[in-house]
């Protein structure tokens, strides 16, 4: 997809933030700090999208549209490059979803190594790949083997997404295919989540970094109201010696759910 849209880096533009609250938010940029979500960005055009610049020119992975835009070339004495972006769908992700519904901080961006627990058939593992880069790395752990096919042949062409297919509750397993990592993202929709998510913290996340997770209450307890599911959570990753910093709803992209760090 070819067009006039502009291509603004996310560290000049925000999502209102959302600080431990269950109302959902609608989405309204405006100018934040620098820094913010490194490697993400914001097409404007006739509607704002959420891109991340395609690691793999020409190539899509689920079917999303892409964005081909000239910029201007580093060396001035050469002509403009062009540069190609893929929309990042949150319904289809819910680190998207987290990112436009306020998330202040996703922890990845270039040149970081990422543990991502729940990478399905691999969606949302790609565009953490493009945001990491080339010198970045996305250690993408899949139970399914249905999905780990799909998630390997992705992996095929982003050469910085390590595909393992095994049960992440048994991070011994890996154990050898892994360095220790800046984030561990976790979207495992599992009752014992807050477990797993721990275990694989404490064989790879190094001192000082950070963990995301995403919390569908209805997969925890499904007879229990959802707030009451979010703070047991909590308490449970507190025991763990996580220290949450923020929370919020991913409504109305998954509902109801939450996204935490």
Same mark, same amino acid.
């Given at each position: 997809?070819? +067009? =006039?849209?502009?291509?603004?880096?996310?560290?000049?533009?925000?999502?209102?933030?959302?600080?431990?609250?269950?109302?959902?938010?609608?989405?309204?940029?405006?100018?934040?700090?620098?820094?913010?979500?490194?490697?993400?960005? @914001?097409?404007?055009?006739?509607?704002?999208?959420? $891109?991340?610049?395609?690691? /793999?020119?020409?190539?899509?992975?689920?079917?999303?549209?892409?964005?081909?835009?000239?910029?201007?070339?580093?060396?001035?004495?050469?002509?403009?490059?062009? @540069?190609?972006?893929?929309?990042?769908?949150?319904?289809?992700?819910?680190? #998207?979803?987290?990112?436009?519904?306020?998330?202040?901080?996703?922890?990845?961006?270039?040149?970081?190594? $990422?543990?991502?627990?729940? #990478?399905?058939?691999?969606? =949302? /593992?790609?565009?953490? #790949?493009? $945001? @990491? +880069?080339?010198?970045?790395?996305?250690?993408?752990?899949?139970?399914?083997?249905?999905? +780990?096919?799909?998630?390997?042949?992705?992996?095929?062409?982003?050469?910085? !997404?390590?595909?393992?297919?095994?049960?992440?509750?048994?991070?011994?397993?890996?154990?050898?295919?892994?360095?220790?990592?800046? /984030? /561990?993202?976790?979207?495992?929709?599992?009752?014992?989540?807050?477990?797993? $998510?721990?275990?694989?913290?404490?064989?790879?996340?190094?001192?000082?970094?950070?963990?995301?997770?995403?919390?569908? #209450?209805?997969?925890?307890?499904?007879?229990?109201?959802?707030?009451? @599911?979010?703070?047991?959570? !909590?308490?449970?990753?507190?025991?763990?010696?996580?220290?949450?910093?923020?929370?919020?709803?991913?409504?109305?992209?998954?509902?109801?759910?939450?996204?935490?760090?």
């Amino acid at each position: 997809m070819c +067009g =006039s849209m502009r291509i603004r880096c996310t560290s000049r533009w925000r999502t209102r933030r959302c600080w431990w609250t269950r109302r959902p938010r609608r989405w309204k940029g405006r100018t934040g700090r620098e820094g913010w979500h490194p490697g993400v960005f @914001v097409a404007k055009g006739k509607e704002h999208l959420l $891109v991340t610049r395609n690691l /793999v020119p020409g190539e899509s992975v689920y079917g999303e549209k892409r964005i081909s835009i000239e910029q201007p070339n580093a060396d001035p004495s050469l002509p403009a490059e062009k @540069v190609e972006y893929r929309v990042w769908n949150p319904f289809r992700s819910k680190l #998207a979803a987290g990112i436009l519904g306020g998330l202040d901080d996703i922890h990845i961006g270039p040149g970081k190594k $990422v543990l991502y627990l729940g #990478a399905a058939s691999g969606t =949302s /593992v790609s565009h953490v #790949a493009d $945001v @990491v +880069g080339p010198e970045g790395t996305v250690y993408a752990v899949e139970f399914s083997h249905r999905s +780990g096919r799909d998630l390997v042949n992705m992996a095929k062409k982003r050469t910085n !997404v390590i595909p393992i297919v095994e049960d992440a509750r048994h991070p011994n397993k890996y154990r050898m295919l892994l360095s220790m990592v800046d /984030v /561990v993202f976790a979207d495992v929709a599992q009752p014992d989540q807050a477990r797993i $998510v721990a275990l694989n913290a404490h064989h790879f996340l190094k001192n000082g970094g950070h963990a995301v997770i995403s919390i569908k #209450a209805s997969c925890i307890d499904s007879t229990a109201p959802a707030e009451v @599911v979010f703070a047991a959570e !909590v308490k449970k990753l507190q025991a763990e010696s996580f220290k949450p910093r923020e929370q919020l709803t991913l409504e109305p992209y998954e509902s109801p759910s939450q996204v935490g760090d």
